[in-house]
């Protein structure tokens, strides 16, 4: 065993272990929900948030920084895979015996967790714009890492170097990107065809987007991405 694997080997074999006691349909839908359920799940918390945030004043903005949100999880995906053929670590049913693995036929090397810099990611974007359902998303994306774990196809370090990974490409790069991607939304918002997209349609009454009738734009914030970021 070498020094690198030292610190979580333990917890590895004890939160494995977890899964001797669990019927084995309980294992087969835990091994699921890490591998695919998750990831669903954060996709339609992704659209609800999108849906939400077209009513808002500062829809631009938002719509903007939640489009950041599935392109950095595409960033943290494509930066992981030079860490992960750098570092090189071998899974943890390779060098440790006595695992129970539940998603079989892994293959890759195991630092950093792809699964988790991808959710993670996604759920961090969705935190910018709905604290709420953002934070539904990143207790969805911490059980997806515990389940990484639960299953024996990633070490608990491989799994906190995929959250912070994931939480770092969007948050440092959240400026460069949100400064190219609201015009873009902008310029939809200002489509009559496509506007539905970035703002929801007011009534004919009501005034209406610009570009669709002409009326009265509802306003839009400043200061992206969106209203719902901490100070």
């Given amino acids: 065993m070498s020094d690198w694997d030292s610190p979580d080997v ?3 074999y004890r939160v494995n272990g977890w899964a001797g006691g669990v019927p084995d349909w ?3 839908a835990l091994a699921f929900l890490s591998e695919y359920g998750v990831i669903f ?8 948030t999108w849906w939400t945030a077209r009513r808002r004043a500062d829809a631009v903005a938002a719509v903007a920084a939640l489009l950041w949100a599935p392109l950095a999880a595409s960033v943290a995906y494509l930066v992981n895979y030079p860490i992960r053929e750098l570092v090189a670590r071998p899974r943890p049913f390779v060098d440790h015996e006595g695992l129970q693995v539940l998603v079989p036929d892994k293959t890759g090397f195991s630092f950093v967790s792809d699964h988790s810099a991808l959710v993670m990611a996604l759920a961090v974007g969705i935190f910018m714009v709905n604290r709420r359902l953002g934070a539904v998303a ?7 890492g515990f389940g990484r ?3 024996a196809v990633h070490y608990p370090t491989d799994v906190i170097g995929g959250l912070a990974l994931g939480t770092a490409v969007v948050l440092l790069l959240a ?8 015009p873009l939304t902008r310029a939809v ?4 065809r496509v506007a539905w997209l970035v703002r929801t349609p007011e009534p004919a009454d009501g005034g209406g987007d610009a570009g669709e009738g002409g009326g009265r734009a509802r306003p839009e914030a400043t200061q992206p991405p969106a209203r719902d970021l901490a100070a």
């Fill in 10 to 12: 333990d917890l590895l």
């Fill in 26 to 28: 309980g294992n087969s």
């Fill in 41 to 48: 799940g954060l996709m339609v918390l992704g659209l609800w």
């Fill in 138 to 144: 990143i207790a969805l994306a911490l059980f997806q």
């Fill in 149 to 151: 774990v639960y299953t």
């Fill in 175 to 182: 400026p460069l990107a949100l400064a190219l991607l609201t």
């Fill in 189 to 192: 918002a200002t489509s009559p």
